[in-house]
């Protein structure tokens, strides 16, 4: 009997966080200083750079509408529930020929400029990891990789409590003065 309850419990709390992200529409936003400064992966014979914003943007707006959340970016209007701003990191290990992937995800709940840029609402990480080779098709790879790094970060978004109060009554915000105020502070540029 208790076994039973356990079960009905866990569906009814799966099923509870799809019809919230079925109405969620979240604005992603990679900032720019991750589309100007691509990283070299590692490897004794290959001269790789990769950009990991557009690689990070792609592979997290699929990841994101494969669970039922709309997407917003920052180009195209930034109106949304919540300003989710993404950290991507790659790095490649050539002697086991693993790419590590690594997300954090910095998510706004208030509109607001001053309010909002000293202290996100959640901090979230997503690690991943995809076996691949550098040198035959390493975008397939870094997409895996990043790809299993966002299903982390979304377990965790949707399975946060102070999220889904947040979002469920709330109704869309315009995030375009944060995500200016975002794109203009320093951010780091060194990552291997």
Request: overall charge positive; charged content about 15%; hydrophobic content about 45%.
């Given at each position: 009997m208790r076994n039973y309850v356990h079960i009905g419990v866990g569906i009814w709390l799966f099923a509870s966080s799809l019809i919230s992200a079925a109405n969620t529409t979240l604005v992603l936003q990679v900032p720019e200083t991750y589309h100007k400064?691509?990283?070299?992966?590692?490897?004794?014979?290959?001269?790789?750079?990769?950009?990991?914003?557009?690689?990070?943007?792609?592979?997290?707006?699929?990841?994101?509408?494969a669970q039922n959340i709309t997407v917003n970016s920052c180009a195209s209007g930034a109106q949304?529930?919540?300003?989710?701003?993404?950290?991507?990191?790659?790095?490649?290990?050539?002697?086991?020929?693993?790419?590590?992937s690594e997300i954090t995800a910095r998510v706004f709940l208030n509109a607001s400029v001053d309010a909002s840029l000293?202290?996100?609402t959640l901090t979230l990480k997503g690690k991943g990891q995809m076996v691949g080779n550098l040198n035959a098709a390493p975008e397939f790879f870094m997409q895996k990789a990043y790809a299993v790094a966002y299903d982390d970060v979304i377990t965790q978004l949707l399975a946060n409590e102070t999220f889904n109060t947040s979002i469920v009554p709330a109704t869309s915000k315009t995030y375009q003065a944060l995500c200016t105020s975002i794109d203009t502070l320093s951010q780091p540029k060194l990552f291997f």
């Open positions: 400064n691509p990283v070299r992966l590692l490897h004794p014979f290959l001269n790789v750079w990769h950009n990991r914003a557009d690689a990070a943007e792609k592979a997290g707006t699929a990841q994101l509408q949304g529930q919540a300003l989710v701003v993404i950290e991507p990191n790659m790095f490649y290990n050539p002697k086991m020929g693993v790419f590590y000293t202290a996100p």
